[in-house]
């Protein structure tokens, strides 16, 4: 139960096995239900005694424990998690210099808090790819930069409402049979993630290699430009068996 807030496993055993009973227990007890080797169990009840998690008393000259109330406990947790999030901001962090070396970065969640960080320090403009409903994730932080003044540049696949002018609408079609979902970020002109599906997870890259940034400041105009052609000669387009069947194998 409290693996994922940092305690330890057999921590987070002595707790669910004191929340889930309505009395105090004493150590004995506490092994039986919890599964904690006794050679360990009151180690274990010192540790959550000294970060306030259990309460303890002596009765009858037996200590006994219980299990500080659940709604308590939350209200701890979040309390503790947002002084850490406090004592964060204060890491004053060293300007780098220009990195050209290759970061690789793996889940949707760190890529997307990644991706809104870099958007968010951007000071001249942010040309960005992605999904439509992926986008709807960097939308504030978008409109929030064009409203400053900074270059903004979209090109989304499915469409978007956003006050932002500069927006390439691809609405695929049943052939795209391949599309894969990706992302492509780039702030002023100096800094890129790409991100895409990989066996169902997402993966990304992120780099201020020029030669990388500038390939992918090409790619990210390529697909505008594609995209804008494909919508102004559909008819033209779709009739070349050829070209269509080119376009049909575009992954990204």
Not at 3 to 14: A, C, N
Not at 107 to 122: H, R
Request: glycine share 4%; no cysteine; charged share 25%.
């Amino acid at each position: 139960m409290l693996q994922q807030f940092g305690f330890t496993q057999y921590e987070s055993q002595v707790y669910t096995s004191l929340i889930t009973i309505n009395q105090a227990l004493d150590a004995t007890a506490i092994v039986k239900r919890s599964g904690v080797p006794r050679s360990k169990v009151y180690e274990v009840l010192t540790k959550l005694s000294e970060k306030g998690i259990i309460l303890e008393a002596t009765i009858e000259k037996k200590r006994q424990y219980t299990a500080l109330p659940i709604e308590a406990m939350i209200e701890k947790l979040k309390t503790d998690f947002e002084t850490n999030i406090e004592e964060l901001k204060k890491i004053e962090v060293a300007e780098m210099e220009i990195d050209d070396r290759v970061w690789t970065l793996k889940e949707n969640q760190s890529i997307t808090s990644v991706m809104k960080e870099l958007s968010e320090g951007a000071r001249e403009s942010i040309h960005i790819s992605a999904w439509a409903d992926d986008l709807a994730l960097f939308l504030p932080v978008l409109e929030k930069k064009h409203s400053f003044g900074l270059d903004i540049n979209i090109h989304t696949i499915g469409s978007i409402t956003t006050d932002i002018p500069s927006v390439s609408t691809l609405i695929p079609s049943q052939g795209h049979s391949s599309l894969e979902r990706s992302r492509i970020l780039l702030v002023d002109g100096k800094e890129l993630i790409f991100a895409g599906m990989e066996d169902g997870d997402w993966k990304a890259i992120r780099t201020q290699s020029p030669p990388l940034v500038t390939f992918f400041s090409e790619f990210f105009f390529h697909d505008i430009a594609l995209t804008k052609i494909t919508q102004r000669y559909h008819d033209i387009v779709m009739k070349d068996e050829e070209i269509r069947d080119m376009l049909l194998k575009l992954r990204y």
